[in-house]
T-cell receptor, first 115, second 113 residues
Framework: AQTVTQSQPEMSVQEAETVTLSCTYD???????LFWYKQPPSRQMILVIR??????QNATENRFSVNFQKAAKSFSLKISDSQLGDTAMYFC????????????FGTGTRLTIIP | DVKVTQSSRYLVKRTGEKVFLECVQD?????MFWYRQDPGLGLRLIYF???????EKGDIPEGYSVSREKKERFSLILESASTNQTSMYLC????????????FGPGTRLTVT
């Protein structure tokens, strides 16, 4: 069974600073997908960024980027130039093989951007 | 835009009641999922469905059942609600091909008294 660990229950950072959220996972699979989802207060969960394990290049989406270390089973999210709208719960998630299967989520990190 | 809707944002039920939570998606997605979200536990999968009338147990199916009679609708049923089922329930859907993004509904916060 896969497990996903987020060791930072809460984080806060000043607006415009850079913050990194940590995620580690455990799996015996060789091919899989990793995701970061964002859940703003009282709003729907949305996908932030996705990484396919067979791709060595780290995924980037505007101010969001990941540091994917397959051997270390680590998948951290870096938010650059943080904005007030980045305040949310962030969940790291794992999906085996084809990616359309069930997600295993971490326990989440509550990120607060301070004005 | 993909839209996933859930029948209620807030629901209060009594212990022992039968509870139905409805989820509808408008993008012809094959796969649909029900999660419950609890503080400190993240999201845990209750049931999922790859096709109409198909269902598979997730990690915490006990006390729940599901129904998928139409492709766009996936219902979660609490046969006899208990206080330990007080939680936030999230529905999601996705296509069977890349990019495999799961689209989530707004959630139903269920309180069982």
């Amino acid at each position: 069974a896969q497990t996903v660990t987020q060791s930072q229950p809460e984080m806060s950072v000043q607006e415009a600073e850079t913050v990194t959220l940590s995620c580690t996972y455990d799996t015996s699979e060789n091919n899989y997908y990793l995701f970061w989802y964002k859940q703003p207060p009282s709003r729907q969960m949305i996908l932030v960024i996705r990484q396919e394990a067979y791709k060595q290049q780290n995924a980037t989406e505007n101010r969001f980027s990941v540091n994917f270390q397959k051997a270390a089973k680590s998948f951290s999210l870096k938010i650059s130039d943080s904005q007030l709208g980045d305040t949310a719960m962030y969940f790291c998630a794992f999906s085996p093989n084809f990616g359309n299967e069930k997600l295993t989520f971490g326990t989440g990190t509550r990120l607060t951007i301070i004005p | 835009d993909v839209k996933v809707t859930q029948s209620s944002r807030y629901l209060v039920k009594r212990t022992g009641e039968k509870v139905f939570l409805e989820c509808v998606q408008d993008m012809d997605h094959e796969n649909m999922f029900w999660y419950r979200q609890d503080p400190g536990l993240g999201l845990r999968l209750i049931y999922f469905s790859y096709d109409v009338k198909m269902k598979e147990k997730g990690d915490i199916p006990e006390g729940y059942s599901v129904s998928r009679e139409k492709k766009e609708r996936f219902s979660l049923i609490l046969e006899s609600a208990s206080t330990n089922q007080t939680s936030m329930y999230l529905c999601a859907s996705t296509v069977s091909q890349s990019p495999y993004e799961q689209y989530f509904g707004p959630g139903t916060r269920l309180t069982v008294t």
